[in-house]
């Protein structure tokens, strides 16, 4: 196990170390002219010239990464070009909000998909058909459209959850649960959907196999034979499109927060993109990426444990 562990670790450093230097060629590539958006067009050519400098931009651009990655080795992610604050300063308070909200809605997504999944593969009929259809509705319709719909209802119409802001829970708990309902409402809906049918289909294929008949032949009870056996075997598919859910609530979160005005990082991402300003932009993909490594380590650990054939893969 513990060798498992490690070759999943160095995968995962690699790929950190590939992703960075990806997403700073790209910037790199599609920045254009940083310091005269910074400066304004009435800037003089001297005064463009001089921020080049102080940003190194006027650097080959090996240099520039090199001089990046360095920082970013020591934990010292730089300072931001479009506000005036050092880049953890920013973005590590709103990670927090971005991260809570995701994991919320993680853990929500899990559990009604489970229930769903489970219920619609054992009993079939009407919860299997309204599972299909809750599939086919998560993947055809965006997100956005889901949180303005709840936002209408949930908000405008019927004011029980708040529309837009942030409390923190420290300070209200019941003004932060209102203000985080929405947001993951809507940002659950389409892993719910895509979790609960994979869910179901790896049950159903459990309950197929010949152990379950032998089971059921000794004399357990069906409900003992799904539970404690059938739900293990199928964890292993289930846990894995979580996994990629995961990742993709981590990208339709910004979307999210923008709507309901959530102060985590979506804003940022916006803002940042729209100042090509690299140091935040390159702080925002690695933790990102960080975030994406560590989910897929937890993942593969729990089929692991689930499964000890996933070690040796």
């Not at 804003?267 to 390159?282: G, K």
Request: overall charge neutral; cysteine-free.
């Amino acid at each position: 196990m513990l060798t498992f562990i490690i070759k999943r670790i160095a995968n995962g450093l690699l790929m950190l170390f590939a992703v960075s230097f990806l997403a700073y060629f790209l910037m790199h590539l599609g920045a254009g002219n940083v310091a005269r958006l910074m400066l304004g067009l009435e800037a003089t050519a001297e005064a463009v010239a001089q921020k080049n400098h102080e940003l190194g931009l006027d650097l080959p651009f090996f240099d520039q990464y090199v001089n990046w990655l360095t920082g970013a080795v020591q934990l010292n992610l730089g300072n931001a070009w479009s506000m005036p604050d050092s880049v953890a300063a920013i973005l590590f308070p709103r990670l927090a909000i971005t991260l809570q909200i995701v994991s919320i809605t993680t853990l929500v997504a899990i559990v009604v998909a489970i229930i769903l999944g489970t219920l619609a593969a054992v009993y079939g009929g009407i919860i299997d058909r309204f599972v299909q259809f809750i599939g086919l509705l998560g993947f055809a319709v965006p997100g956005f459209l889901v949180a303005f719909f709840l936002a209408a209802v949930f908000a405008i119409q019927l004011p029980w959850f708040n529309a837009v802001g942030y409390t923190q829970f420290a300070d209200d708990p019941y003004q932060w649960f209102r203000s985080v309902t929405l947001p993951v409402l809507a940002l659950s809906f389409s892993g719910i959907a895509a979790a609960s049918n994979q869910v179901r289909g790896s049950v159903k294929d459990a309950l197929e196999m010949d152990y379950v008949r032998t089971l059921r032949a000794r004399g357990l009870s069906f409900q003992r034979v799904v539970y404690k056996h059938v739900l293990r075997n199928a964890a292993g598919p289930a846990l894995s499109i979580i996994g990629v859910q995961f990742v993709g609530m981590i990208g339709g979160s910004i979307l999210i927060e923008q709507i309901f005005a959530i102060p985590g990082l979506g804003p940022v991402a916006v803002s940042s993109t729209a100042m090509s300003d690299i140091p935040t932009i390159m702080g925002l993909v690695m933790i990102t990426a960080m975030i994406v490594i560590a989910m897929n380590l937890i993942v593969d650990l729990l089929s692991a444990a689930l499964n000890p054939k996933v070690r040796l893969s």
